[in-house]
């Protein structure tokens, strides 16, 4: 994948940072902010977040693959089947949601903390046009990541054949929430 403008040039390090949770102690309650920045590596949070898909029961049933996990943005692929199709034979707008939610959420992911899972808050989904084509791509970036929220764009991409040429199908903004576990 090509980037373009000043994502050529960035390469953020894989930063995290930390919190201390003090509870137990006399007198103390809730958490302190520690500034203790430690790195993960990528294969890491790779490993969580494939091993997370795949004890997945929804996306196994619809068929969808993990693609790509990159800091800040997931892939998932989905096949044309017809047991994911409406009446009409597009595939249902159910299915599309819910492989675009599944990659902004792992985009999420890569960017929240260590003892952290994420949840979705809120998404707004904009339904192109039909869902025709042999196979799918979800696509979710990070555009902002803070402490608690990290707001996410997806799109799904329709293709037809063996080349690169797609269709845009939906357009997705969604608020992932950071939860410990």
Wanted: with cysteine; proline share 4%.
């Amino acid at each position: 994948m090509e980037a373009s403008g000043w994502a050529k040039s960035y390469n953020p390090p894989n930063l995290r940072r930390t919190s201390v949770w003090r509870a137990g102690y006399p007198g103390v309650q809730g958490h302190a902010t520690k500034h203790d920045w430690q790195r993960t590596s990528m294969s890491d949070i790779h490993k969580r977040i494939a091993d997370s898909f795949n004890a997945q029961g929804l996306m196994a049933t619809v068929g969808a693959t993990l693609s790509l996990v990159a800091e800040g943005e997931v892939h998932i692929a989905l096949p044309f089947s017809k047991a994911l199709s409406q009446q009409h034979g597009y595939v249902h707008a159910g299915a599309i949601t819910s492989i675009v939610d599944t990659a902004c959420g792992y985009a999420a992911l890569t960017k929240a903390p260590p003892e952290c899972d994420v949840l979705t808050a809120e998404f707004k989904i904009n339904l192109l046009r039909p869902a025709l084509g042999e196979h799918f791509l979800a696509i979710g970036r990070v555009l902002n990541s803070g402490k608690l929220l990290t707001v996410c764009t997806g799109e799904v991409r329709a293709f037809s054949g063996a080349g690169s040429a797609h269709k845009v199908v939906a357009l997705m903004q969604a608020t992932i929430v950071n939860v410990r576990r």
